[in-house]
């Protein structure tokens, strides 16, 4: 199995052989080293935790500055379920020449965070007109309904707070891979706004 870690740059549009455009996300990654391997005779699951980015010492409970084992101070610490853990050792640099164009890969991050919103926005509700008497009240819901001993039903579509949550995007295509600058060009777009961290999985 194939894994990476990568923060969202921006969108660009890139030409295949053919001359036909494709969107493509730019995600800007790194080494990620080993930081610990999980087994399942230990920990009950076999996982690999690693370390991703840079932040400064001071900004970094000592547990986990113990934890990391003078590795790195990283930014990020993260998990990938593998089948076979024999091949990772503490330590060990994992780049992403692994990956090659015209693999698919699925790829996870956290949405944008929108806030609180109306039905309108956040379940696309249509809204009430502003004729017979109504005059603020366009963004209202309207009746949600009765018979439940005024309990609001599981389930119901209201508003709240939108967005923040995580997304996992399934067979997307790598369109190319820049050693040289640690760059990932992944067709299509993936959730989250610049600098967001993005797991990648192949």
Known sequence: MKF?????????????????VHPATILSTGELVVVQVKTKETDGYNAVQVGFG???EKNISKPVLGHMKKLGNFRFLREFRVE????????DKI?????????LVSVSATSKG???????????????PRSHGQKHSENAPGSIGGGLRNKVPKAMRM????????ITIKNLVILGVDKDNN????????????????????
Not at 159 to 166: E, L, S, Y
């Open 54 to 56: 840079d932040r400064k």
């Open 114 to 128: 929108k806030g609180y919103q109306s039905v309108i926005k956040r379940h696309g509700f249509k809204g009430q």
């Open 183 to 202: 760059q990932l060009l992944i067709n299509g777009a993936i959730p989250g706004k610049r600098g967001t961290l993005v797991e990648v999985l192949g």
């Open 4 to 20: 990476t870690l990568g923060t969202k740059q921006n969108m660009t549009q890139v030409f295949d052989e053919k001359g036909l």
């Open 84 to 91: 076979d853990t024999s091949k990772f050792k503490v330590g």
């Open 159 to 166: 508003a709240g707070r939108m967005g923040a949550d995580k």
């Open 95 to 103: 780049e992403i020449s692994d990956f090659i164009a015209g693999d």
